[in-house]
């Protein structure tokens, strides 16, 4: 029975990290605005705004489906915006709405713009690294002396099985769903390995127990 339920739990890691590579390599993985090639678009509008009717303008113009914008400059009457693309023909409709919305004489020269093309990826995870590895070497060192007598097949090759499985199924599901790598995402991962690690906690303690 014991040998059953292992291959199971094999087999169904296998399709799952078959599911994943396939997944990516059809449809890589999608980053936020802010680690992708980017364009930055600066209007000075002269009166206090409000991010969210800035956006909305932005949103019904762009069609960029990742947008930020933020307030720029020392008194925060700049609109800074970033987005992925744009047009001509966009940048005018932009400047007729704020002047509408602004009661301003704006033109499209009054758009300052800044192409930022080496921003990667990767950037959004360095950060993370050098902590996430001090902290597995330290739990994995943990959980190796504390449930020795269990056996390191279990405490630690079955830390390391439950906890990657977990972040693959993460990242495949972020994946299948379409959804943007950014901040959130990554502290969302690291939330699921914390709670992953909460219920290995509870189960080795139970079996150490019944040694």
């Avoid at 390391?160 to 990554?186: D, K, S």
Wanted: with cysteine; net charge neutral; proline share 1%.
């Amino acid at each position: 029975m014991k040998d059953m339920n292992k291959l199971k739990v094999i087999v169904v890691a296998a399709v799952l990290i078959v599911a994943a590579i396939i997944t990516v390599a059809v449809n890589p993985f999608k980053f936020n605005v802010n680690y992708s090639k980017n364009v930055r678009l600066e209007v000075y509008i002269e009166k206090d705004f409000e991010i969210n009717d800035i956006l909305s303008i932005v949103n019904s113009i762009y069609t960029n489906d990742d947008v930020i914008v933020r307030k720029a400059g020392a008194l925060e009457k700049t609109a800074s915006i970033t987005l992925r693309d744009f047009t001509e023909e966009q940048n005018e409709k932009l400047i007729s709405q704020l002047n509408e919305k602004y009661e301003l004489k704006l033109t499209s020269e009054d758009i300052e713009i800044y192409y930022n093309s080496n921003v990667k990826g990767r950037d959004l995870i360095k950060p993370y690294i050098v902590a996430t590895a001090i902290a597995g070497v330290l739990i994995l060192a943990f959980f190796g002396v504390r449930y020795r007598k269990i056996g390191l097949a279990k405490s630690v090759g079955g830390t390391i099985a439950v906890v990657c499985l977990t972040q693959l199924l993460y990242t495949f599901l972020i994946n299948i769903f379409g959804m943007y790598i950014n901040e959130a995402t990554i502290v969302v991962g690291i939330t699921i390995g914390i709670l992953c690690l909460m219920y290995l906690v509870a189960t080795f303690e139970k079996l150490k127990a019944k040694e």
